[in-house]
């Protein structure tokens, strides 16, 4: 499985994003899906997840802020972001799990200015 990310870039405080992240092969079988930040010399956070049934959890700093989705059809998942702050900053990683086995994407950067 291939994942790619797209919709990353620069947007000021207050303002929204959406990431996607586009599997080569179906996720449909995928047991969950994650969406992990992180910057250079700072820890990996987990920032979001969704399982193959749409059950989600978000870390406690994007609730109510972010919504993780995914679409099937598209092979598909989302990360729609609002109320964007510079705490934000990061590179936003997708992850694809099934068993044990984890598929990464490539990385998109999310800056956001004060």
């Known amino acids: 499985v291939q994942l790619v990310e797209s919709g990353g870039g620069l947007v000021q405080a ?4 959406r990431l996607s992240c586009a599997a080569s092969e179906t996720i449909f079988s995928l047991n969950a899906m994650v969406w992990y930040r992180q ?12 399982t193959s049934g749409g059950r989600t959890n978000y870390a406690d700093s994007v609730k109510g802020r972010f919504t993780i989705s995914r679409d099937n059809a598209k092979n598909t998942m989302y990360l729609q972001m609002n109320s964007l702050s510079p705490e934000d900053t990061d590179v936003y990683y997708c992850v694809g799990r099934y068993g044990t086995d984890e598929y990464w994407g490539q990385g998109t950067q999310v800056t956001v200015s004060s």
């Open 14 to 17: 207050g303002g929204s994003l």
């Open 39 to 50: 910057a250079p010399g700072k820890q990996r956070q987990l920032v979001a997840s969704i």
